[in-house]
């Protein structure tokens, strides 16, 4: 019974040797491994077991070095005041077609630019803030008036007293010269208005050759008797009278009745013919006559002026803050205009930054800046400082908008940067050259409040405490002079323990 049961184990065994080795192996390695354990230790376990540093001084050397103390900001590269451009139709007759004059976009609109051709005519740039409202003739007056008058005068065209706001005949005058200028006939009033002067002419004349005859008409009403009528009624009155003489001398009653009723009569018609006449009806055709040629003069000189050049109001644009750059065009030539026809703003590039009320209370306007520009610094100055608008139903904010004009840019330059937000360094103050400087940690105050170092000869834990006068502090350094001039470049001062 034993010897079988001692068979049955060493079968047992031999038939799966490999498991029993496997076993075995896997047990000897589980101890080996928990012995191990025991004794591998990890890095942040050696550094939580060991035993803390002795104490020391942290000391950095003294530096030489120039000091900034600068405003940095975020700016947006951008085309200042953009506006939308529209153009006066309302006194077209047909459809306002553009048929040509159409700008490129960044094209550059200057004083007697052609902004764009509708209907064949010229829509002529010129400087002012007031829209256009109506035409401008001979004879108008107003602030348009005077704002375009300011414009030719802007052009180099003579349009008479600038301080007047009437539309003159020197003011038509200058139109002409304008749209000679740009290339372009001036508007005048065409064959209706010639036809107008010529009728109003003709009226003229006849009305002149009616005055010329009741005038004389006048005259002769009015004018004495002549000498021959004179002469003649005397002759008639002395004849009447010697006939009455003889009479008398011969006697006869008869004959010196009827001499006394012939020089009664001979005096009478002298009277008659030599009275002055009647000329009321005369002058009153005078009055007449003048009046009408009074009227034919003004209906004449309104006629002229209306043949004089105007400016339509379809054919001028203002624009604040000239030169101007084309930003983005919306119509095409052939296209029928419906609302804006493009979009403009200033020609030259200005970055704008926003800064908080502390740090624009550092800048000034005409202080230099520096542009961190995709090919490299570039120099640029400040052109405004001012507070930011708040948007509408908005409260104010406290910042401020910082425009900057760079220097002059290429073309290339311009194109790179325009519509990217660029990193703005305003230099606010500086010191003149290498100083020393510490950090400000190194800085300490005395019992009095004065500053102060800890020197540190040679490293050495003997420090010493050195007072100093401090200047500008930027950067996290501070400038420093020793009261007793014993500290240099690379002497080792105490920032910590």
Not at 105 to 113: E, K
Request: glycine share 10%.
């Amino acid at each position: 019974m034993t010897r079988s049961r001692s068979q049955g184990w060493r079968r047992l065994f031999a038939g799966n040797r490999v498991i029993w080795v496997m076993a075995t192996v896997a047990i000897v390695a589980l101890v080996a491994g928990l012995g191990l354990g025991q004794l591998i230790v990890s890095p942040g376990q050696a550094a939580a077991d060991a035993d803390a540093p002795a104490g020391g001084l942290i000391t950095v050397p003294i530096e030489n070095r120039q000091l900034a103390n600068d405003v940095t900001m975020r700016g947006d590269a951008t085309y200042a005041d953009s506006v939308e451009v529209s153009i006066e139709t309302g006194e077209l007759a047909g459809a306002p077609i553009v048929t040509g004059q159409v700008p490129e976009v960044a094209a550059i609109f200057d004083t007697a630019s052609i902004a764009l051709e509708v209907t064949g005519r010229p829509v002529i740039v010129l400087p002012g803030d007031l829209p256009v409202y109506r035409t401008l003739r001979v004879g108008v007056s107003g602030p348009d008036v005077l704002q375009f008058k300011q414009g030719l005068n802007a052009a180099g065209i003579d349009a008479g007293a600038l301080d007047s706001d009437v539309f003159d005949a020197q003011t038509a005058s200058a139109v002409t010269a304008l749209y000679a200028k740009v290339g372009y006939p001036a508007p005048t009033g065409g064959t209706d208005v010639t036809t107008a002067v010529s009728g109003a002419e003709a009226g003229v004349t006849s009305a002149q050759a009616s005055v010329d005859s009741a005038a004389g008409a006048l005259t002769t009403v009015q004018s004495a008797a002549s000498n021959v009528d004179v002469v003649e009624q005397g002759n008639l009155v002395r004849s009447a009278e010697r006939a009455l003489a003889l009479a008398r001398t011969e006697g006869i009653p008869n004959a010196i009745a009827d001499a006394e009723e012939a020089v009664t009569l001979a005096i009478a018609t002298r009277d008659k013919v030599l009275a002055p006449r009647d000329a009321s009806a005369e002058k009153a055709a005078v009055t007449a006559a003048k009046a009408e040629l009074t009227r034919a003069n003004e209906t004449l000189s309104d006629a002229r002026d209306g043949a004089l050049a105007y400016l339509p109001a379809g054919e001028v644009l203002y624009l604040p803050g000239l030169p101007r750059r084309v930003d983005e065009i919306s119509v095409k030539r052939g296209s029928s205009i419906t609302g804006p026809v493009m979009r403009v703003s200033g020609a030259t590039l200005v970055i704008s930054g926003s800064a908080t009320a502390s740090d624009a209370a550092l800048l000034e306007v005409g202080a230099p800046a520096i542009l961190a520009m995709p090919d490299g610094d570039q120099p640029a100055t400040i052109s405004s400082v001012l507070p930011a608008e708040p948007a509408s139903g908005e409260t104010a904010s406290g910042r401020f908008t910082v425009l900057f004009a760079p220097d002059a840019l290429t073309d290339e330059q311009i194109q790179a940067v325009q519509g990217s937000n660029v990193r703005v360094r305003v230099p606010v103050s500086s010191t003149e050259g290498d100083v020393l400087a510490v950090p400000l940690a190194a800085l300490t105050a005395g019992p009095g409040g004065e500053s102060r170092v800890e020197f540190a000869p040679g490293g050495s834990a003997d420090t010493v405490l050195v007072e100093v006068m401090t200047g500008l502090a930027a950067e996290g350094f501070v400038e420093i002079t020793a009261v007793d001039g014993s500290l240099g470049v690379g002497d080792l001062v105490v920032v910590g323990r």
